[in-house]
């Protein structure tokens, strides 16, 4: 509702004086007015403006809001009511289309009205709350007197109640009190209902007084604007400010087909955005831009301070000779205090030259710089979601699809793993390539394989053209059998030195593909062997035929199966996924260290074949048609001095 006045001020102007014969009179200056206009949302719950755009982030919302109004020659005040609660004073921006001068621009807090507290119908309906209450008691005195002379009746009232006097008896008596007290009983009972409907027209009338004032308390919120303009003339204002209480998060749909597995295109991402907002304005049918930007407030800069170093002095203590065996219990405690002080004391230079910084839980997580959610570059992006979208101030999150992604935007393939030490699942992961100009933010992850809900997963931070893997859950389909691991023992030599101990272990492991009519093609088995981190422990691989560390080559096993090392990662708790399968060839011993290779391979192949087989992981790769069983074997065998005790068999 658009409201306008006009107030009169007048400006200090000096007193115009004109000369006359016989008298002077005072001329005053002219009214200066100020055209007041009231923008507020009018009876009918219309409001006078309207959402253009809405900008989330992650942990608040940039809302601009448009006015179209009038104004009159020379000063105007706009006033804009019901903003949120939640407003960021700091970032309130006013911006006009039309011939106006903006002048300043002033927030505030407004003062709601007062809901009259009683009114002439809440007056009547208490009055006669209180003669009803008054009659209810009146009714129960009066049962209460009834009961007690019950209680005080005998033969004496009887013979005075009766014109026999030889013949007594009380039922006349018991008759007129059945009667006197179903008269009170039924009048109590009809009082205490319509006490019970007075109070709730009591109720309703409180309430309907407290709804008489329009006013929403969680949008108080005002702005003053002060306007000049030179002539009449209709002008547009636009109000943006940021708002908290509203943010959005990244999900994700994963749909997988295992239909086409061997097909360019099996896999199917559903980018979601899950946008909520409690911030008490209806954001109805508005244009939403999502931002993947964290904005950040009072920054500063780190400082790197100095790093000292210096040599502890111990105190010196100077004892009496009349008091020297005394004084040397006392100095050897002073010592010791003297030790802890000075391990104190080094505890808190550390932390002063920056080492206690990590030596705890409490410093703060560093944080990535969010990606662009649609971009080819740069640190933040901005994307805005199709058509219109409703939010209502509910705090409810609701999800707006963002991009359907195939084909041409991802690159996957799907990969059953197993480790049948661990458990005798399989796992089913894709390793998925982003080949579109998304940048996938971390979320959570609803996955469906074959049409089917599986399970939860998450989607880490992902960058165009990366690589990730997406966990699927589990294939029963696959089964994996994993038996008892055999052991053969044999001693040689005949020389004390000589004497050698040789165990064989062997392991082995049967797969079987039970679907139907599908045929799986990238199935990981993982197994291990041992390690040898000391000369006197010897490992060898026998069995599958052709492992040889630090020499890339095929190693066949059976048709549709091969067999190679894991290559060696550093980082000893990240998972295995599935891509660093490495086929070579020739029974290989395994020790902590492997030598480069040699011929005519480069620098570059040599230091990526250097690491294969070090931590002792074997992986096959099995391609298996439908209703098809194959069966693994590893075997080693482990050499050392019969007296060593071997840690870690």
């Not at 389909?477 to 052991?487: A, D, E, K, V």
């Amino acid at each position: 509702m658009l409201n306008s006045s006009t107030t009169s001020s007048r400006f200090p102007f000096p007193t115009l004086k004109t000369s006359k014969r016989s008298h002077m009179s005072e001329v005053q200056p002219p009214a200066y007015s100020i055209h007041e206009i009231h923008l507020r949302e009018g009876p009918d719950g219309k409001d006078p403006g309207r959402i253009t755009e809405v900008n989330v982030y992650p942990s608040r919302a940039e809302v601009c809001r448009s006015y179209r109004l009038k104004v009159a020659s020379g000063q105007n005040k706009a006033v804009v009511y019901g903003l949120t609660n939640v407003l960021n004073h700091d970032s309130l921006r006013v911006e006009g289309r039309g011939k106006a001068t903006i002048q300043d621009v002033t927030i505030s807090r407004e003062v709601p009205d007062r809901a009259p507290s009683t009114s002439p119908t809440l007056e009547s309906l208490k009055v006669d709350k209180e003669d009803l209450t008054a009659a209810i008691q009146r009714c129960e005195k009066t049962i209460s007197g009834l009961d007690h002379y019950f209680r005080t009746l005998d033969v004496h009232h009887a013979a005075k109640a009766n014109s026999d006097a030889s013949h007594p008896t009380v039922l006349p008596l018991l008759d007129d009190y059945h009667t006197a007290s179903e008269k009170y009983d039924t009048k109590l009972l009809s009082l205490k209902r319509h006490l019970k409907k007075l109070e709730i027209a009591i109720i309703e009338e409180e309430k309907a007084l407290q709804d008489s004032v329009k006013t929403d308390s969680n949008r108080l919120m005002k702005v003053t604007v002060g306007l000049f303009a030179d002539a009449e003339a209709e002008i547009e204002l636009k109000l943006k400010y940021a708002v908290s209480g509203a943010g959005w998060v990244a999900v994700y749909d994963v749909r997988v087909s295992t239909d086409d597995a061997d097909k360019e295109h099996p896999v199917e991402i559903v980018y979601k955005a899950a946008i909520h907002q409690h911030t008490g304005e209806d954001w109805t049918d508005v244009p939403i831009t999502l931002e993947t930007a964290s904005p950040t407030f009072n920054l500063s800069l780190p400082q790197l301070d100095v790093w000292n170093l210096s040599i502890y002095k111990p105190r010196i203590v100077e004892v009496e000779k009349s008091r020297k065996s005394r004084m040397q219990v006392f100095s050897a405690k002073k010592e010791s205090v003297a030790r802890r002080e000075s391990s104190e004391s080094i505890e808190e230079s550390d932390n002063d030259m920056g080492f206690g910084l990590f030596d705890g839980d409490d410093a703060p997580a560093m944080q990535s710089t969010s990606a662009p959610v649609a971009s080819k570059g740069g640190v933040n992006a901005a994307f805005r979601v199709p058509g219109l979208v409703s939010i209502p101030p509910d705090g409810v999150a609701r999800n707006v699809t963002i991009a359907s992604l195939s084909n041409g935007d991802l690159e996957a393939r799907i990969v059953w793993l197993a480790v049948p030490s661990a458990d005798a699942m399989v796992h089913l992961t894709s390793n998925i390539k982003n080949k579109s100009d998304f940048t996938f933010l971390a979320g959570a992850s609803n996955i469906y394989v074959d049409g089917s809900f599986i399970s939860k997963s998450t989607v880490p931070l992902v960058g165009p053209q990366e690589t990730f893997t997406c966990r699927l859950g589990t294939d029963p389909s696959i089964r994996i059998t994993n038996y008892p691991l055999r052991t053969n023992r044999v001693n040689s030599g005949t020389l004390s030195l000589s004497k050698t101990t040789t165990t064989t272990y062997t392991q082995r492991i049967s797969v079987y593909n039970s679907k139907a009519s599908q045929a799986v093609h990238d199935l990981k088995i993982l197994a291990r062997v041992p390690v040898s981190e000391d000369a006197g422990i010897v490992v060898k691989v026998l069995e599958p035929k052709g492992l040889t560390s630090g020499v890339s080559k095929q190693a066949k096993v059976v048709d549709g199966v091969v067999v190679g090392w894991v290559k060696a990662d550093n980082d000893a708790s990240k998972k295995p996924s599935g891509n660093n399968l490495v086929p070579l060839s020739k029974t290989s011993t395994i020790t902590s260290h492997t030598s480069k290779g040699t011929g005519s391979t480069t620098a570059a192949a040599e230091e990526d074949t250097k690491h294969l087989g070090k931590d002792g992981k074997v992986q096959w790769a099995c391609s298996l048609e439908a209703q098809r069983k194959v069966d693994l074997t590893l075997s080693w065998e482990v050499t050392h001095a019969r007296e060593a005790v071997v840690v870690g068999l």
